[in-house]
């Protein structure tokens, strides 16, 4: 497609538009594992929330500030609600930040990469200039389950001096976690905002520090959370940021004023209050993406380990691009990343045991493997 629209501003034209990936009929038998949904159907109570919704509470526009939201949140994790700022998603927070932080080449935006496309997309919008700092990795093709493969670059971000540094934590697509320790280093030397993307937050090993703590530290650092993924409410669009009050009056000046509909609003509370149901089925994902992950080392491929409910991954034989086009064939989505900074590597999305099975199956179908799904793995 040519860039020739002269409707728009210069910044905008210039821009590729992001592809949302096409979304399969609910009957058909694609098994989508290309967009880290979750596999699970969302909390029952958030379920009986939706239907207890009546057409009065429909008529009027809905709180400004989504308060029963923000109070369920501020319940749940022991956060003032007015350390709460409730958006349509963490994108829409994202966009939010960036268009009340950035500009040019004096404000620009941060990222150690590879990581989540989106943050470099809207500073390619504002226009803000991107400054892409590489995680200091280990060989790309080490087979093992070491935890520092990927480190924070700190120092070299901190000389960046970004007006906003955005970091998802754990990191997509490579699934890596940063000890909170290097977040706080890092918070210590900035004086723009710190981005803290906690979207995949819930996959992480049980006891793992949040950078909530940060927050009440460092009056600049912001974290972003979504019920897209753990509480299995990508449809629902809805996403919260927890920073201190002045970083937060700033960024929310951007906000539509009645941004959350009520419908939303009333399902997010039933679903943030429903902390049992979302670890039950958290640990359920862990332990998939545990099995999934040792039964393609037993066919000698090279996982990255991983936090988040997916997986990054590069086949021993072929390249990771004939295994995505064969997988697809077979009607299993997968994501592709041809990048240099990822060289030919394939994110999966970690589904049920069953849907896991049916991919090992295919794969071992496409290159017979010997080994089985549940061969000597663990939780
Ligand atoms: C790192 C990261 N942040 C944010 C999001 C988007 O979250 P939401 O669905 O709340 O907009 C995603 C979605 O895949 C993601 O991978």
């Known amino acids: 497609m040519t860039n ?8 905008i034209d210039r821009t590729i538009a992001l592809q949302a990936s096409p979304r399969p009929d609910s009957r058909s038998p694609i098994l989508k594992l290309n967009s880290n949904e979750n596999p699970y159907p969302p909390s029952p109570q958030a379920i009986a929330a939706l239907r207890s919704i009546n057409g009065d ?5 809905p709180e400004a500030n989504a308060d029963e939201f ?16 409730v958006t349509n998603g963490a994108d829409v927070l994202l966009d939010h930040i960036v268009r009340a932080c950035a500009e040019g080449a ?12 989106l943050y470099a997309h809207l500073a390619t919008l504002q226009p ?8 200091q990795t280990t060989a790309a093709t080490t087979p093992v389950d070491q935890p520092d493969t990927y480190r924070l670059p700190i120092d070299a971000i901190a000389a960046a001096n970004g007006a906003i540094t955005c970091i998802a934590n754990p990191n997509s697509p490579t699934g890596h976690t940063i000890p ?8 210590a030397q900035l004086t723009g905002v710190l981005v803290i993307d906690e979207a995949y937050v819930d996959f992480q090993q049980p006891g793992t520090a949040s950078a909530l703590e940060l927050v009440r530290e460092f009056e600049q650092v912001i974290v972003l959370r979504t019920l897209s993924k753990g509480y299995a409410l990508a449809g629902l669009r ?11 009056s700033g960024i929310a000046k951007v906000k539509p004023v009645y941004n959350i509909d009520a419908i939303a609003v009333r399902v997010g509370a039933a679903a943030i209050g429903d902390r049992a149901y979302k670890d039950a089925r958290s640990a359920m994902i862990r332990q998939t993406r545990s099995r999934f992950t040792q039964a393609l080392r037993d066919r000698g491929f090279t996982v990255w380990p991983s936090s988040g409910n997916f997986v990054l991954l590069r086949p021993l034989i072929g390249s990771a691009r004939s295994l995505h086009d064969e997988l697809r064939s077979r009607q299993i989505w997968t994501r592709h990343y041809p990048q240099p900074d990822l060289a030919d590597q394939l994110r999966i999305t970690i589904g049920t045991d069953t849907q896991m099975q049916q991919v090992i199956t295919t794969i071992d179908d ?7 799904f549940c061969h000597g793995a663990t939780g």
Not at 4 to 11: K, L
Not at 106 to 117: E, S
Not at 129 to 134: G, L, N, Y
């Open 4 to 11: 020739s629209n002269r409707y728009v501003r210069p910044a």
């Open 57 to 61: 509470s429909l008529r009027r526009y």
């Open 70 to 85: 923000r109070h369920a949140v501020s319940r749940e994790f022991d956060i003032p609600p007015d350390w709460i700022l």
């Open 106 to 117: 004096d404000r620009p935006v941060v990222i150690p990469t590879p990581t989540y496309p």
């Open 128 to 135: 803000a200039e991107t400054i892409a700092i590489p995680y």
């Open 180 to 187: 909170l320790e290097d977040l706080r280093r890092l918070a």
């Open 238 to 248: 809805l996403g919260f940021g927890v920073a201190n009050p002045r970083l937060l």
């Open 366 to 372: 496409i290159a017979p493997q010997p080994k089985s």
